[in-house]
């Protein structure tokens, strides 16, 4: 049994035959990602991932203020596909030998009006695309690979594709950030400037951890992409990510903790938050791949799940689920808010414990 091609490379592998069928040639238009994701009816994310793969492979280019259109064949006019650019006398040639060709005279986009019209675009396009460049800040690059990584995930987001939305050559990028590596610490720079830590911290090592997590998990609510960009073992220098540390250290600060112990307390809070998080990003993923969302992914595993619940010894499991109805709603923001008040029960016994108690 074959299994069957993801959502977004059936839709690669059907605008890729819509191209060599000649139902789209090179400077049309090809349809937007909404557009798509209403024809596919599948995620935004899965319709954008498979623009983004065909602008990978050389397929489509995007345009500024004109949208992802079909790209020309290196050397060859982009609205004369089946012509000889360097021999034009051929197609003259055979024209007056066998007549006009019978899609010519039907086929609009052989129209000369309308071609002058698509080229007169394509020039306000280039002149777009250099006051788009003279006008690129690094704050703009940074926005826009924020907004990318929102809607798409971090693995989706590229120096190129972050240059397409732009409307900039690629290279334009590396005049304001010198790699991807650079740009997602800028990223984090942003995110947590719009979750800051207060000025003043609250009173008791409680209140200062909770409002740190708190903070935190707003912030990866809001940009799911930001509980993935680092692990425990190999931290990213960032400034923002060492304000955390620093405010957790300092909450605890005085307590008679030794400094590994401080450590652990401070990695613990941080692993709760970002553990939670990071289903966040998992889901975006997997809309993107599948184009289903959790509760229809879900759906579909129902008669496999009953079936495997059913042959085997798991009678408090069938039991917990039948007393909540056959349903069982996640609910991460209950998840964390538990979590986090067991979390801090837990650590009142080790950070608020008498001096020279065992």
């Known amino acids: 049994m074959v299994e069957a091609a993801p959502p977004y490379v059936r839709i690669v592998d059907d605008i890729k035959r819509r191209i060599a069928d000649g139902e789209l040639r090179a400077g049309d238009r090809v349809p937007s990602t909404r557009q798509l ?3 596919w009816d599948v995620a935004l994310a899965t319709a954008a991932k498979a623009l983004a793969r065909l602008g990978q492979q050389g397929v489509v280019v995007a345009e500024p203020r004109v949208g ?3 790209a020309g064949p290196p050397g060859r006019s982009p609205r004369h596909p089946h012509g000889d650019p360097d021999n034009p006398s051929r197609d003259a040639s055979h024209s007056a030998a066998h007549g006009p060709a019978h899609d010519s005279v039907h086929d609009p986009a052989r129209d000369p009006a309308r071609d002058a019209v698509r080229e007169s675009g394509r020039d306000r396009a280039r002149d777009s695309g250099r006051d788009a460049a003279r006008d690129l800040t690094r704050d703009r690059v940074v926005r826009i690979a924020v907004e990318m990584a929102d809607a798409e995930g971090l693995p989706a987001l590229s120096m190129r594709g972050v240059a397409g939305r732009l409307g900039v050559a690629t290279m334009s990028l590396y005049r304001h950030v010198g790699s991807k590596d650079d740009l997602v610490e ?3 720079e942003q995110v947590f400037g719009e979750f800051p830590l207060p000025d003043e911290p609250p009173h008791g090592w409680r209140a200062r951890l909770e409002v740190a997590a708190r903070v935190q998990w707003a912030a990866y609510r809001r940009h799911p992409w930001m509980a993935g960009i680092t692990s425990l073992t190999r931290p990213l220098p960032s400034p923002s990510l060492l304000r955390h540390t620093e ?3 300092a909450a605890i600060d005085g307590h008679g903790l030794d400094p590994v112990t ?3 307390v401070h990695i613990l809070l941080y692993s709760h938050v970002q553990g939670i998080a990071a289903n966040f990003e998992l889901e975006v993923q997997a809309r993107a791949m599948t184009g289903l969302t959790d509760d229809e992914w879900m759906r579909d595993q ?3 799940l009953a079936a495997i619940v059913t042959s085997g010894p798991y009678p408090t499991f069938v039991d917990v689920i039948a007393r909540m109805g056959g349903d069982f709603e996640f609910d991460f923001d209950r998840l964390f ?7 801090l029960d837990g650590l009142a016994g080790i950070i608020e414990r008498q001096p020279g108690r065992d």
Do not use: K
Request: proline share 0%; glycine share 4%.
């Open 186 to 188: 800028l990223m984090i």
């Open 37 to 39: 994701a209403r024809d």
């Open 337 to 343: 808010e538990l979590g986090l008040r067991a979390l």
């Open 302 to 304: 129902d008669e496999q």
């Open 68 to 70: 992802t259109v079909v």
């Open 262 to 264: 401080m450590m652990d």
């Open 247 to 249: 405010w957790a250290l």
